[in-house]
């Protein structure tokens, strides 16, 4: 792959500055501050973890921080595990993850809270998060070797597709289906008569887009976010087939050197981040119309459909509960299921339903995708000099062994661009939101940087010429690639045909 740094790393750059890290633990004052991993996830949508690090802050005074590091594990498929295996071996101090993960690491206590389509509704996640179950689940972390501050709810995962959503059996049979490593969720998987796949983060959104996995689970936050809705258009709003539940857990030694006051200020954090947590995600309607505009469509299962699901996933329930412990949470929570009101179903707004738009159904002259030929390394070498970039920076910035292919996509106001080097399955360069203009310019908007282009677009051939390149005021855009002009030289060093 090309050694292209995307203009959202650019544009980080340029808001950060280069700024430092925050205050250290020591003395003369200074507050105590723990390192907190966030295994496959970020403040971006892990909202009750960030909450859990604000009240920390507060109930301390300030005295004790948490610093939370997110994306711990490099959004590997086995992140999670890696932030569990990090935080006993002392490697940093807290970590947060998925209460899935833990059917992984010989730890089945968790499971029911991932039992699929058992936690259903809001109104039921947050009875069980502010019941007593969590804290009879957490004791068995110590089998982990770590310690178990909390559990915190989460959005209600649905099923995401990319040609048709995913209402009975029938439309998940033969597709490949991405979720977080997980051994229940994957035998959940496999019930419906789909193939389990534990790809994540970018390379899910790739995955979606290049059709080698047809469907995922996310909960809208994430699903807006990620910005999905144009490769995986379809949602099924009324079945939340589990909720990402999250574990807060610290490395004893650690926890053991702090004082009994913070100690005391960890425990009430994660107790308070608990309570409030379902209330970050449940409003999922002010998602929806994000989502609808940006190509998602929505549709409900009959309920043909949901009982069809629950009779598929008989065997998943037969194997659960053969642990005892498994079992009696699970009955647990069916009793509290069975007294509490369900909520307010998700309303799905008028024109949000049916067949996503297609290319060939939208005013956008840019929608679809767009690919090159197969560039090689001289090639490249000599558009980058045409653009001002010296011989070396255009040797080092050539990722490729023999060639390289790039794709655009384009729709509904998002692009995206991938890199295939020597036939490797296409990984995301950039994204970025774009907006053209009436003068025969397009623009592509990351944060606080623009790059502008002038389009020929002649058939199904499209050119593009750099015109400038902004990045705020003060923000010198030549200084922000040490490399020279890689962007320009991917965008607008080659002729890129549709492909769709």
């Known amino acids: 792959?090309?050694?292209?740094?995307?203009?959202?790393?650019?544009?980080?750059?340029?808001?950060?500055?280069?700024?430092?890290?925050?205050?250290?633990?020591?003395?003369?004052?200074?507050?105590?501050?723990?390192?907190?991993?966030?295994?496959?996830?970020?403040?971006?949508?892990?909202?009750?973890?960030?909450?859990?690090?604000?009240?920390?802050?507060?109930?301390?005074?300030?005295?004790?921080?948490?610093?939370?590091?997110?994306?711990?594990?490099?959004?590997?498929?086995?992140?999670?595990?890696?932030?569990?295996?990090?935080?006993?071996?002392?490697?940093?101090?807290?970590?947060?993850?998925?209460?899935?993960?833990?059917?992984?690491?010989?730890?089945?206590?968790?499971?029911?809270?991932?039992?699929?389509?058992l936690i259903d509704s809001y109104p039921l996640e947050r009875a069980v998060i502010t019941s007593s179950i969590p804290g009879q689940m957490l004791t068995d972390l110590d089998k982990l070797k770590v310690i178990g501050l909390g559990i915190l709810a989460d959005g209600l995962r649905k099923p995401i597709a990319v040609a048709r959503p995913l209402l009975g059996p029938a439309d998940w049979r033969g597709i490949s289906f991405a979720g977080f490593r997980s051994r229940g969720q994957a035998q959940a998987v496999e019930a419906l008569g789909a193939r389990p796949s534990d790809v994540i983060g970018e390379e899910l959104t790739v995955a979606l887009a290049n059709g080698s996995v047809q469907g995922a689970e996310n909960n809208l936050l994430v699903y807006e976010n990620a910005t999905r809705q144009s490769v995986a258009p379809y949602v099924t709003a009324n079945v939340n087939l589990w909720p990402k539940t999250v574990a807060l857990f610290a490395n004893p030694g650690r926890f053991a050197k702090l004082s009994v006051q913070q100690r005391g200020w960890l425990r009430q954090a994660a107790r308070e981040a608990a309570m409030g947590s379902t209330g970050l995600f449940e409003d999922e309607g002010r998602l929806v119309a994000k989502v609808c505009a940006a190509g998602g469509r929505l549709a409900n299962a009959s309920p043909a459909d949901l009982a069809a699901l629950r009779q598929a996933l008989t065997p998943v329930y037969a194997s659960l509960e053969q642990d005892p412990q498994t079992?009696?949470?699970?009955?647990?929570?069916?009793?509290?299921?069975?007294?509490?009101?369900?909520?307010?179903?998700?309303?799905?707004?008028?024109?949000?339903?049916?067949?996503?738009?297609?290319?060939?159904?939208?005013?956008?002259?840019?929608?679809?995708?767009?690919?090159?030929?197969?560039?090689?390394?001289?090639?490249?070498?000599?558009?980058?000099?045409?653009?001002?970039?010296?011989?070396?920076?255009?040797?080092?910035?050539?990722?490729?062994?023999?060639?390289?292919?790039?794709?655009?996509?384009?729709?509904?106001?998002?692009?995206?661009?991938?890199?295939?080097?020597?036939?490797?399955?296409?990984?995301?360069?950039?994204?970025?939101?774009?907006?053209?203009?009436?003068?025969?310019?397009?623009?592509?908007?990351?944060?606080?940087?623009?790059?502008?282009?002038?389009?020929?677009?002649?058939?199904?051939?499209?050119r593009l010429h750099f015109v400038n390149g902004e990045c705020g005021s003060g923000c010198d855009y030549k200084a922000l690639d040490p490399h020279g002009p890689v962007g320009p030289t991917l965008y607008a060093g080659f002729p890129f045909t549709r492909s769709s």
């Open 1 to 117: 792959m090309l050694a292209f740094l995307g203009m959202a790393a650019i544009a980080a750059a340029a808001c950060t500055g280069g700024a430092g890290s925050g205050d250290k633990a020591g003395g003369g004052g200074e507050p105590a501050v723990l390192r907190l991993a966030e295994g496959a996830a970020d403040s971006s949508t892990d909202l009750a973890v960030a909450d859990f690090v604000v009240r920390v802050g507060q109930l301390s005074g300030g005295d004790l921080r948490i610093e939370a590091v997110g994306g711990w594990g490099n959004g590997e498929p086995g992140s999670e595990q890696q932030t569990v295996r990090d935080v006993e071996a002392g490697r940093v101090d807290l970590g947060s993850v998925g209460t899935r993960v833990f059917d992984t690491l010989g730890v089945n206590s968790f499971q029911a809270l991932g039992a699929p389509m």
């Open 327 to 462: 079992r009696g949470f699970i009955e647990a929570i069916q009793q509290l299921k069975r007294s509490t009101p369900d909520g307010p179903a998700l309303t799905i707004p008028t024109g949000c339903t049916g067949q996503a738009a297609s290319a060939g159904e939208t005013s956008d002259q840019f929608a679809g995708t767009w690919t090159t030929r197969r560039i090689t390394e001289s090639q490249w070498v000599h558009a980058f000099i045409a653009m001002g970039g010296s011989e070396r920076d255009a040797h080092e910035t050539f990722g490729a062994s023999h060639h390289e292919v790039i794709t655009f996509t384009f729709q509904d106001g998002v692009f995206r661009s991938y890199c295939g080097g020597d036939g490797h399955v296409p990984e995301l360069c950039d994204n970025a939101t774009y907006e053209i203009g009436d003068d025969g310019t397009l623009a592509f908007l990351h944060g606080s940087l623009t790059e502008t282009y002038r389009y020929d677009l002649s058939g199904d051939t499209l």
